[in-house]
């Protein structure tokens, strides 16, 4: 059975990267002034490069820029986690050895997208980049994205096996899952939820924190919110989820991050700049963002 002491604090935010207006670049003023901000807002542990982080439409160069501009910002205030996955397990290994080299506390790996291995092939390609660095690896399953979900026995294999595949970052919604896998993991095992609005359940089931998207804009009411679960102040836990569901919810009304993007340059943290083929919000949903403001 696994334990709630968070790996990389309770509260990681799955940053967002700011371009410059006309998406050509990473702007770098606005990446210092949002982990400030995150920083501030109660923020244990950045995730860089992520899916939130517009992943795919980084090139190699600017992730390993991004990846030091970070850590150099940071100054060891937090924790840095990377993201190395990819649907190349020889690509995915030489991301995580170059983080490693870089100064990254942790690595974040997705399961395999679009060539959907199977069960045997996702405990040889996780085994493999474990095996190929010393970094802490948070295991990433997102079915949604992937097309696969990783299977309980899977997921406890892999960590049984290798010491340093440290947690999970789970968003399959699944909390019967989540809970298997609490149940049967070994002791140095964690599981993050992957959806803010998943949190405060799967907390109940044995998962240590959150790797949120949402705290880019309610860091502190998250990060209360999970206080007070753990201090055994539960009606004021679920008070608090109340309050943040439709939050929660409403920046997942277009693909992400756009609709969170837009409400940090609502409060002139970055601009909301995309790259295809993500697009602005409509007015419509404008609108309704505006209204969670």
Avoid: W
């Avoid at 999970?168 to 809970?179: C, M, R």
């Avoid at 929660?248 to 693909?255: E, S």
């Amino acid at each position: 059975m696994i334990k709630t002491e968070p790996l990389f604090g309770r509260l990681i935010t799955a940053m967002v990267t700011p371009f410059k207006a006309d998406g050509s670049a990473i702007d770098y003023d606005q990446l210092e002034t949002l982990i400030e901000h995150l920083i501030k807002t109660g923020t244990t542990a950045l995730v860089v490069a992520g899916t939130t982080g517009e992943s795919p439409t980084l090139t190699e160069d600017e992730k390993k820029e991004l990846l030091k501009r970070t850590i150099s910002q940071v100054k060891g205030r937090v924790k840095v986690i990377m993201g190395t996955g990819s649907n190349i397990t020889a690509k995915s290994i030489k991301a995580t050895q170059e983080a490693e080299a870089l100064g990254a506390d942790g690595a974040l790996v997705v399961a395999p997208y679009y060539n959907k291995p199977s069960q045997a092939g996702l405990l040889a390609h996780f085994g493999a980049i474990a095996s190929a660095s010393s970094l802490p690896v948070i295991v990433y399953n997102i079915p949604g994205r992937t097309g696969i979900n990783i299977a309980v026995e899977t997921i406890v294999e892999l960590a049984q096996k290798h010491k340093n595949i440290a947690a999970l970052k789970d968003s399959t919604g699944n909390v019967d899952q989540a809970s298997d896998i609490a149940d049967r993991a070994p002791e140095h095992f964690r599981i993050y939820s992957g959806d803010d609005n998943m949190t405060l359940p799967f907390l109940s089931v044995g998962a240590c924190g959150v790797i949120s998207v949402a705290s880019h804009l309610a860091g502190p009411e998250i990060s209360e919110m999970m206080e007070s679960f753990f201090a055994g102040k539960l009606d004021r836990a679920r008070e608090l989820h109340y309050k943040l569901m439709p939050l929660f919810k409403g920046l997942f009304i277009a693909p992400n991050p756009t609709c969170v993007k837009y409400l940090l340059g609502r409060r002139g943290l970055i601009n909301d700049s995309l790259r295809l083929p993500l697009v602005p919000l409509s007015a419509a949903q404008q609108a309704t963002m505006d209204q969670l403001q």
